[in-house]
């Protein structure tokens, strides 16, 4: 069966980096793209990025660019997010899903990433 | 890129219909046949309801449906039901390529 399992929850301090992975398993990880999506405490859901699963070929949200690099290693089917210089308003849930067109059919557990001084 | 605005709130009774709107630009809900609809139930990932306007995904009631008129999309959800309490996104592909998310509505059923 298709997973998409992520890594822990994070507690980083303003200005540091934080790297989050999502490890799939139960289809053949190349023949999907990853969508990466966050969300603040108690608010709506903002998306991230795009990486293809592919040739690794990408898209950002403007309000990251610079910031964040999405990347894959496709010898463990594994997705991962680097978010550089964090900031307070960077904490939230970052969840990374399937995606295939318009189909976003599954979606990792989630990961907080906290960000206090 | 500004989120696509939805109502915060939409509520019904059990077996009524209900719509929530989702309203963007001619940049994104507009332009392309591309807006899909989520689900999130409390402390959950969300779960794709629709795509492509008015495609359900596999093992999704067909109680939910879409539509798109100009620069506002719709889902309706009919005989609704105490599980479909939950909040509501929009999301839709950009002229930028990227895409966007809807502010979010919590249907509640009463």
């Known amino acids: 069966q298709v997973q998409l399992v992520q890594s822990g929850a994070e507690l980083k301090k303003p200005g540091a980096s934080v790297k989050v992975s999502c490890k799939a398993s139960?289809?053949?990880?190349?023949?999907?793209?990853i969508y990466w999506v966050r969300q603040a405490p108690g608010q709506g859901l903002e998306w991230v990025g795009w990486i293809s699963g592919y040739n690794g070929h990408t898209n950002y949200a403007q309000k990251l660019q610079g910031r964040v690099t999405l990347t894959t290693d496709t010898s463990t089917s594994t997705a991962y997010m680097d978010l550089r210089s964090l900031r307070s308003d960077d904490t939230a849930v970052y969840y990374c899903?399937?995606?295939?067109?318009?189909?976003?059919?599954?979606w990792g557990q989630g990961t907080l990433v906290a960000i206090s001084s | 890129q500004s989120a696509l605005t939805q109502p915060a709130s939409v509520s019904g009774s059990p077996g009524q219909s209900i719509t929530v709107s989702c309203t963007g630009t001619?940049?994104?809900?507009?332009?392309?046949?591309?807006v899909s609809w989520f689900q999130q139930h409390p402390g959950k990932a969300p779960k794709l309801i629709l795509y492509?306007?008015?495609n359900r995904p596999s093992g999704v009631s067909n109680r939910f449906s879409g539509s798109k008129s100009g620069n506002t999309a719709s889902l309706t959800i009919s005989g609704l039901q105490a599980e479909d309490e939950a909040d509501y996104y929009c999301s839709s592909y950009t002229s930028s390529i990227t895409r966007v998310f809807g502010t979010g509505t919590k249907v509640t059923v009463i």
């Open positions: 899903a399937r995606v295939l067109g318009e189909l976003l059919d599954f």
């Open positions: 001619s940049s994104d809900i507009g332009g392309y046949n591309y």
């Open positions: 139960g289809y053949t990880f190349t023949n999907y793209g």
């Open positions: 492509e306007v008015s």
